[in-house]
């Protein structure tokens, strides 16, 4: 990991992007209407894992970016030189009235490998680790809850310890455009998310 002194400079303007879902049409970044609430999630190559919250029903919208590392509004080719210290993470929209911060991180919990480290599947490197990037302090001890559990289920089944990182979200820098929903966009387009078979509850 590289540190703040030795990280890549990056830039001052932001990435632009599409402001709507290529799958339901609603905005991927502010403003959202009342009552939206946001998770932040890294669990490898953020393609297949946006797909996985897209997917789940009554999340309002989802976004792919950069998180948790130190260069501010990178490039994806910035990001793949390991040289950001930013993890590939998915921005979920929620309406804490139609799905819970709870269910979320069941989802979570249950589509990757969250053992692996520096990697997921055949991707390896600091950008594909496993993380949980909390808004509030509810979320933060539902987070570490959930990973307590998740863990013995873990132990249960043989597997080893988890390395998911749960800390309070840094910045959220959006991906380009064409990252957006991309396994919509590219329905052919890789996937090595694979989760461990065994069930959060």
Not at 13 to 26: C, D, E, Y
């Amino acid at each position: 990991m590289p540190t703040a002194d030795t990280a890549l400079p990056g830039r001052d303007t932001p990435m632009p992007i599409t402001n709507g879902h290529f799958v339901n049409g609603n905005p991927i970044a502010a403003p959202f209407p009342e009552g939206i609430q946001q998770a932040l999630f890294g669990l490898g190559c953020f393609w297949g894992a946006e797909r996985k919250f897209w997917q789940c029903p009554n999340v309002f919208s989802t976004a792919v970016g950069y998180s948790a590392g130190f260069t501010p509004n990178p490039t994806y080719d910035e990001l793949c030189t390991g040289l950001t210290g930013h993890s590939e993470v998915v921005l979920v929209n929620y309406d804490p009235s139609r799905i819970t911060y709870g269910e979320l991180l069941a989802l979570f919990w249950q589509a990757h490998n969250p053992t692996q480290g520096m990697g997921q599947g055949n991707d390896v490197g600091t950008q594909y680790r496993s993380g949980i990037y909390t808004y509030n302090q509810g979320q933060f001890d539902e987070a570490i809850d959930s990973k307590e559990r998740y863990q013995q289920r873990l132990t249960e089944a043989g597997f080893g310890e988890i390395t998911t990182e749960i800390v309070p979200a840094s910045a959220f820098y959006y991906a380009e455009d064409y990252h957006q929903q991309y396994l919509a966009k590219n329905p052919q387009g890789y996937c090595g998310l694979g989760g461990l078979g065994v069930g959060f509850c």
